[in-house]
């Protein structure tokens, strides 16, 4: 299974952009990078799924090196409401196939 | 759509004592999931099934057993419950969208406490 390494919290000011790096340097050939979002007494939630270069959608962005080793996930101007743990997972395409991995996520604390 | 729905919301058990969590989820989903997580852990994925008829192992499934009832339901049991299965446990479901891997559907969550 590809072990992914993330901050453990992060602090932000309302407005401004975030960015969230996973490192995953066993990355498997066929695997995808997925992002989910988790606030308080609530399950996860997905942001945003890529496989190579820059992934983007109304919600986030996904930067993806040519390596793969690591991924980026950015967060355009933050609101209260994004404070919450972010989880980076890094899978196989197939339907429960395996065992996915969640780790201890990113806990991101935006002020006012 | 109620997406995936658990009951109950909450639970107290003591020692030895057993249990069924119960998971529906009304999104014509092939694959569920159950997780647990512990207090300012991530989550960790206790058994899944593909499909209707079968369930699969995940990184921490002793103490629990699974029913994949029909395609629909997919509950969780605890034979005899112990202090250490304190958790919130998660039900999940996934679907494959167009061009991406699976993407899961998260129920609110039960939480145990076993004295």
């Known amino acids: 299974l590809a072990k992914t390494t993330q901050p453990i919290s992060m602090d932000s000011y309302e407005g401004q952009e975030v960015n969230i790096t996973c490192s995953h340097n066993?990355?498997?050939?066929?695997?995808?990078i997925t992002w989910y979002q988790q606030f308080p007494s609530q399950g996860p939630r997905f942001i945003i799924q890529?496989?190579?270069t820059k992934v983007t959608n109304e919600v986030a962005s996904l930067f993806i090196p040519a390596d793969r080793k690591s991924s980026t996930l950015s967060l355009p101007r933050v609101s209260l409401s994004d404070t919450a743990v972010y989880y980076c997972?890094?899978?196989?395409?197939?339907?429960?196939?395996?065992?996915?991995?969640f780790g201890s996520g990113t806990r991101l604390q935006v002020q006012p | 759509n109620a997406g995936v729905t658990q009951t109950p919301k909450f639970q107290v058990l003591k020692t030895g004592q057993s249990m069924t969590l119960q998971c529906a989820q009304d999104m014509n989903h092939n694959s569920m999931y159950w997780y647990r997580q512990d207090p300012g852990m991530g989550l960790r994925l206790i058994y899944y099934s593909a499909s209707e008829g079968t369930t699969d192992k995940g990184e921490v499934p002793n103490g629990y057993n699974v029913s994949r009832l029909n395609k629909r339901e997919f509950s969780l049991r605890l034979e005899s419950a112990a202090p250490s299965q304190t958790s919130v446990y998660f039900c999940?479901?996934?679907?494959?969208?167009?061009?991406?891997?699976?993407?899961?559907?998260f129920g609110p969550g039960t939480r145990l406490t076993v004295l």
């Open positions: 997972l890094v899978g196989l395409p197939d339907t429960g196939r395996r065992a996915l991995t």
């Open positions: 999940a479901s996934s679907v494959r969208l167009a061009g991406i891997t699976d993407t899961q559907y």
């Open positions: 890529g496989y190579k």
């Open positions: 066993n990355i498997a050939t066929n695997d995808y």
